[in-house]
């Protein structure tokens, strides 16, 4: 679980300003500028892609929606128009010493694992030509059952009990009435447990479901993958990588149960998949999420490129191979916006408020 950023008042700014550069016509010209000044990588960060009709009565973690199909086929076809977009593979070769990589890289990521990366963006990725790599929770899939912040929200928009008690929290009060109130509740609850470590989380969580007598159960609009759709998307030429077992904050795990997340994930992988997997992505993947002993241990079990949460680029002469940054896509980017960020990355990015990554 990430912290959230403080945003509010930079993001109009930003907006506002991407609109210009986005009406002047001068995004094409500054990216062939900062092309020559910089030569990077940018990774660019999804969850999930799905409408949202009413974000006010979305009954999941409205947080990890990063686009609309529509918005999400118009970067697409904005990264295949002005950029070019490559695959991880085509990274580790090029440090490997084989053929560099072209100019404007751009690789496109998704973290977690859910369906609508199937149904949804799996099919545009494919039709526009272009590749990318999902970082699925080895745990979840095949579960049918949805993450366990997504099912926190959903509990609380949609319990009958009128009441809400959870102690380690201080926590005693009624729930609010309607279901854009409990949405916004259930925001700001998500956001206090980012204080406590992922097995008070759980336990937090199953409390709740205990004492509202909801246990999680399967939900056709929040659920992850199966091993038959990764397959496909691995035969069709997109990557799959690792985002650990049961999506744990690796760096806060002791040694045993760390390593049992890095290796387990992998073998998982490379047994049900028809190629070998050498990627991952931190879980939470903020500054806090993983560490030297992490990093050690990632290596160690083959993984040759690892993926942080942290907002930025990667410079191509000397990328950190095992804590590349990415840069964080939110349903918030209209078109303007995602065009100046993609394009200017230290103006028009921002740290995520992501709570998990």
């Known amino acids: 679980m990430e912290a959230t950023s403080s945003r509010t008042s930079g993001s109009g700014k930003r907006q506002t300003l991407a609109r210009w550069f986005h009406a002047s016509g001068l995004l094409p010209g500054l990216q062939r500028l900062r092309g020559v ?18 974000p006010a009565c979305f009954g999941f973690d409205l947080a990890v929606v990063s686009a609309s199909p529509d918005q999400f086929h118009r970067q697409m076809d904005l990264l295949r128009r002005r950029f070019n977009p490559v695959r991880f593979q085509d990274l580790i070769a090029a440090l490997d010493g ?27 990725l494919r039709a526009l030509g272009v590749p990318a790599t999902f ?9 049918g059952l949805p993450y366990a912040y997504d099912w926190l929200v959903h509990m609380v928009c949609f319990t009958p009990a009128e009441r809400i008690v959870l102690a380690p929290l201080g926590l005693d009060r009624a729930l609010p009435a309607s279901l854009p109130e ?5 925001e700001a609850l998500l956001d206090r447990l980012k204080a406590f470590d992922d097995a008070v989380q759980a336990d937090l969580i199953a409390t709740l479901e205990s004492a509202w007598q909801m246990p999680r159960a399967p939900q056709r609009d929040c659920r992850p993958m199966t091993w038959p759709q990764l397959r496909q998307m691995q035969e069709a030429g997109m990557e799959i990588g690792s985002h650990g077992v049961h999506h744990r904050m690796l760096a806060k795990l002791p040694e045993a149960a760390m390593e049992e997340e890095v290796a ?30 992490v990093i050690a241990a990632v290596a160690r079990h083959g ?49 995520s408020r992501l709570r998990l990554g």
């Open 37 to 54: 000044l910089r030569r990077d990588l940018r990774i660019l960060a999804y969850h999930r892609v799905v409408d949202v009709p009413d």
């Open 98 to 124: 084989g053929p560099p990589l072209p100019r404007d890289p751009v690789i496109v990521t998704f973290d977690d694992g859910y369906d609508d990366n199937y149904h949804v963006a799996f099919p545009i």
């Open 135 to 143: 970082f699925v929770s080895t745990g979840h899939i095949d579960s």
């Open 182 to 186: 409990r949405r916004a509740f259930a």
């Open 264 to 293: 387990a994930s992998k073998q998982r992988l490379d047994r049900e998949l028809p190629r070998p997997v050498d990627v991952l992505s931190y879980p939470v993947g903020g500054p806090d999420a993983y560490d030297a002993r």
């Open 303 to 351: 993984y040759r490129i690892a993926c942080s949460y942290v907002s930025g680029t990667n410079p191509l002469a000397a990328p950190p191979r095992h804590a590349l940054r990415r840069l964080p896509v939110e349903r918030e980017m209209q078109a303007p916006w995602f065009s100046a960020m993609v394009t200017w990355p230290e103006v028009f990015g921002y740290p």
